[in-house]
C-alpha cells in the first residue's frame, strides 16, 4: 500500500495547481474617456444644495470601464460626512450610481451598507457587519449614453463614523449581457487608495490597484445628522438638520 502514496500525492498536488489555474477571475478593465454629452437622470435631479452631506464618489464622471461581470459582482464605496463628526450619527436615504448604457437595458442591482475594518490608513468592508439588509432596485437606462440613476431607499439608513456602500449586480438584465451590450461603470478622474473595492469571481479587489482611472460614481445623499442626548431629555435620539 505504502508504495502508492508518493502517486497519490503527485496527483493530489497537480489536481490542486490544476484547480488553481482554473480559478475565476476577471479581465483587466477596458477604459476610455466618457464622451461629451447629455446625461440622463433617473429617479431623481442632481445632489440638492440644501442636502447636508455628499458622501462616496460623487463625481463628476470622466472615464466609462468595461468592468462590470455579474453574477454578484459587488462594489464597495467607503462613506464619511465630515458634518456628522462623532458621537453624531450620519444619516441618508437616497443612494446615487452613474453607468454608461450602451442601449436601452434594465440592469438589476442590490443596495446595501456594512460596517468598516481594518487600520485607520486604509479601511475595507466589513462584509459580515451588516447596516442595512439589501434592497432590490432596476437600474432601467432609457436611452444609449451616461445615466446617474438615484434610488430611494424604503427606510434611512445610520451610521457612526465610516461605513461602506454596496452595489451589488447580482445578475445581468436580458438585454445587458451581451459583448457591446453590458452597461460600464463610469468613474472620476482620479483614484483614492482604500476609498472602493471590488468583491467578485476574481476575490476582493481594491480598484486602485486593478488600475481603474479613478473611483466608480457611487455616493449617498443625506439630509440630517442624528445627535445622541441624554435620557432626561428626549429618552433617545434628536435629530439636527443642518
Given at each position: 500500500?505504502?508504495?502508492?502514496?508518493?502517486?497519490?500525492?503527485?496527483?493530489?498536488c497537480?489536481?490542486?495547481?490544476?484547480?488553481?489555474?482554473?480559478?475565476?477571475?476577471?479581465?483587466?478593465?477596458?477604459?476610455?474617456?466618457?464622451?461629451?454629452?447629455?446625461?440622463?437622470?433617473?429617479?431623481?435631479?442632481?445632489?440638492?444644495?440644501?442636502?447636508?452631506?455628499?458622501?462616496?464618489?460623487?463625481?463628476?464622471?470622466?472615464?466609462?470601464?468595461?468592468?462590470?461581470?455579474?453574477?454578484?459582482?459587488?462594489?464597495?464605496?467607503?462613506?464619511?460626512?465630515?458634518?456628522?463628526?462623532?458621537?453624531?450619527s450620519?444619516?441618508?436615504?437616497?443612494?446615487?450610481?452613474?453607468?454608461?448604457?450602451?442601449?436601452?437595458?434594465?440592469?438589476?442591482?442590490?443596495?446595501?451598507?456594512?460596517?468598516?475594518?481594518?487600520?485607520s490608513?486604509?479601511?475595507?468592508?466589513?462584509?459580515?457587519?451588516?447596516?442595512?439588509?439589501?434592497e432590490?432596485?432596476?437600474?432601467?437606462?432609457?436611452?444609449?449614453?451616461?445615466?446617474?440613476?438615484?434610488?430611494?431607499?424604503?427606510?434611512?439608513?445610520?451610521?457612526?463614523g465610516?461605513?461602506?456602500?454596496?452595489?451589488?449586480?447580482?445578475?445581468?438584465?436580458?438585454?445587458?449581457?451581451?459583448?457591446?451590450?453590458?452597461?460600464?461603470?463610469i468613474?472620476?478622474?482620479?483614484?483614492?487608495?482604500?476609498?472602493?473595492?471590488?468583491?467578485?469571481?476574481?476575490?476582493?479587489?481594491?480598484?486602485?490597484?486593478?488600475?481603474?482611472?479613478?473611483?466608480?460614481?457611487?455616493?449617498?445623499?443625506?439630509?440630517?445628522?442624528?445627535?445622541?442626548?441624554?435620557?432626561?431629555?428626549?429618552?433617545?435620539?434628536?435629530?439636527?438638520?443642518?
Amino acid at each position: 500500500m505504502t508504495r502508492w502514496i508518493p502517486g497519490i500525492c503527485l496527483f493530489l498536488c497537480l489536481l490542486g495547481i490544476g484547480s488553481a489555474l482554473a480559478a475565476p477571475s476577471k479581465p483587466p478593465p477596458v477604459v476610455h474617456p466618457l464622451p461629451a454629452g447629455p446625461w440622463y437622470r433617473i429617479g431623481g435631479s442632481p445632489t440638492p444644495s440644501s442636502t447636508a452631506c455628499t458622501m462616496g464618489a460623487a463625481g463628476p464622471g470622466v472615464y466609462r470601464a468595461d468592468y462590470l461581470l455579474p453574477p454578484n459582482d459587488r462594489y464597495y464605496t467607503l462613506l464619511e460626512c465630515a458634518t456628522c463628526p462623532a458621537p453624531d450619527s450620519a444619516t441618508f436615504q437616497d443612494v446615487h450610481v452613474a453607468l454608461d448604457v450602451a442601449h436601452p437595458c434594465d440592469q438589476p442591482v442590490e443596495i446595501s451598507v456594512v460596517a468598516v475594518m481594518g487600520d485607520s490608513a486604509c479601511r475595507s468592508p466589513d462584509t459580515l457587519a451588516s447596516l442595512m439588509a439589501p434592497e432590490v432596485f432596476t437600474l432601467a437606462g432609457v436611452v444609449s449614453g451616461p445615466h446617474e440613476f438615484t434610488l430611494h431607499l424604503s427606510k434611512s439608513v445610520r451610521f457612526l463614523g465610516q461605513a461602506f456602500l454596496c452595489v451589488n449586480f447580482t445578475s445581468f438584465g436580458d438585454s445587458c449581457a451581451g459583448n457591446g451590450s453590458r452597461p460600464e461603470l463610469i468613474t472620476e478622474a482620479l483614484c483614492t487608495n482604500c476609498s472602493s473595492w471590488n468583491i467578485s469571481v476574481a476575490g476582493t479587489q481594491e480598484l486602485c490597484a486593478v488600475l481603474l482611472p479613478g473611483l466608480p460614481v457611487m455616493y449617498a445623499t443625506g439630509g440630517s445628522c442624528a445627535v445622541p442626548v441624554r435620557a432626561a431629555s428626549w429618552g433617545a435620539l434628536r435629530m439636527r438638520y443642518r
